[in-house]
């Protein structure tokens, strides 16, 4: 009586105990298995470690009535452990738990089982590490490409690596997966569509076909081809008839290959391109109809990658306006003809025309060219009619001014 009370009581010690690592494991056992207190788990548990997998060796417990092993398994950021693997023979003194995870720790226990399913108490806890794949020995980065960074490393020396996983920093400092190599010995990647003159940093991984990541490479970084500098010294005209002439200095780098002129309308702030120059230009004469037109101007250079400059301008260039017309002073009757004077208010005045019109309905509007002096006498007039006459200035390239404020005249009958 006092051993069955015994007996009862560490059963259910060992019955808390079971409980209590059962409660650290994510397995449900159906119909409450019992312990045994008679069984021992497996001792002297060796491990040896590789990248996805992690391999037991024990002693071949003796005693007949154990059938076989449970073993459990949890990661060490986990919380429950879970039973991994079921044994059906005391026979059995291996183990290799795969499909792991790189360079992780997992923590382990062992136990054996009777013919009932019965349970042993559990192993003293079995800690093991997965191996990391070892990182590349060599990156590089390579810059000064047109919007472009190749990256190059050595080939990894593991025979299990199937390939390599190419990551960059973006602007937050986030790295980010650009690339995916899927050749061991392909060791190159070329990085492209990036800014002009930017630096970029990366890092290299190899993976296996676990698609576990080996320990990162050095970190590497390159600049892209820069963009030309600006042209300098941009020029536009403001006093030439018909045309605008633009003028620059010629760019010293000798990859610049063209130029591109972009031009808008003070009406509009959107630019086009008006021309595309050889490199070896430094000068444009826009042709213009109107005169007194005002244009805002750029221009880029252009590499022999297309790579292109900053803007230089906006600047504005204007067609020559028409002169100023006169200002008649003197206008009047005398020995039957008609004598006018004015006075210029341009200096660009070098010669007039005169108008005529009489009134005469649908009359004809007569012209004299030509006019030298800022006078005019007109007898060809007739008594009794009205007389209407305007005068317009002429400048040196031809550019006719509005004509003056109109003056009538009439010889009486």
Not at 143 to 169: E, F, M
Not at 255 to 267: A, H, M, N, Q
């Amino acid at each position: 009586m006092h051993k069955n009370l015994l007996l009862y009581v560490l059963s259910g010690i060992l019955s808390l105990f079971f409980m209590f690592f059962s409660g650290c494991s994510s397995t449900t056992f159906s119909n409450n298995p019992t312990i045994n207190s008679n069984l021992t788990p497996p001792s002297d548990i060796r491990v040896l470690s590789d990248v996805n997998a992690i391999a037991f060796e024990w002693e071949l417990v003796q005693d007949p009535s154990v059938m076989g092993y449970y073993i459990y398994r949890k990661e060490a950021s986990a919380q429950n452990f879970e039973k991994i693997a079921t044994l059906d023979s005391r026979f059995n003194t291996h183990y290799a738990d795969n499909n792991l995870k790189a360079g992780t720790q997992y923590t382990y226990y062992f136990a054996t089982f009777d013919k009932n399913r019965n349970v042993s108490s559990y192993s003293p806890a079995v800690t093991a590490t997965t191996l990391s794949i070892s990182a590349i020995t060599y990156a590089e980065a390579i810059g000064n490409y047109p919007r472009k960074v190749k990256v190059i490393w050595n080939p990894h020396q593991d025979p299990r690596v199937v390939g390599y996983i190419v990551q960059r920093k973006d602007k937050n400092g986030v790295w980010k997966e650009i690339g995916k190599i899927k050749n061991r010995l392909l060791v190159e990647f070329l990085d492209t569509n990036l800014e002009d003159g930017t630096t970029y940093t990366y890092q290299v991984f190899a993976y296996n076909a676990k698609n576990s990541l080996s320990l990162p490479s050095s970190i590497v970084s390159a600049t892209t081809k820069p963009k030309p500098q600006p042209i300098t010294n941009f020029r536009a005209t403001l006093d030439q008839p018909k045309q605008i002439t633009l003028s620059w200095d010629l760019h010293p780098n000798k990859e610049v290959v063209s130029y591109k002129v972009l031009r808008s309308s003070f009406i509009s702030s959107l630019f086009s391109t008006i021309a595309t120059l050889p490199s070896n230009t430094t000068s444009y004469q826009d042709s213009i109809k109107k005169d007194g037109e005002k244009y805002q101007y750029k221009i880029i250079a252009t590499d022999k990658d297309g790579i292109d400059s900053l803007e230089s301008g906006p600047i504005t260039g204007a067609t020559l306006a028409i002169p100023n017309p006169p200002s008649i002073t003197y206008a009047r009757i005398e020995n039957d003809s008609v004598v006018l004077k004015w006075v210029p208010t341009d200096d660009r005045a070098k010669e007039y025309i005169v108008y005529k019109k009489d009134s005469i309905l649908f009359g004809e509007t007569l012209r004299y060219n030509k006019v030298l002096t800022p006078e005019f006498i007109d007898r060809e007039i007739r008594a009794g009619e009205k007389y209407y006459y305007r005068v317009s200035t002429v400048d040196e390239n031809g550019l006719e001014s509005k004509p003056s404020e109109e003056v009538t005249l009439s010889l009486p009958k």
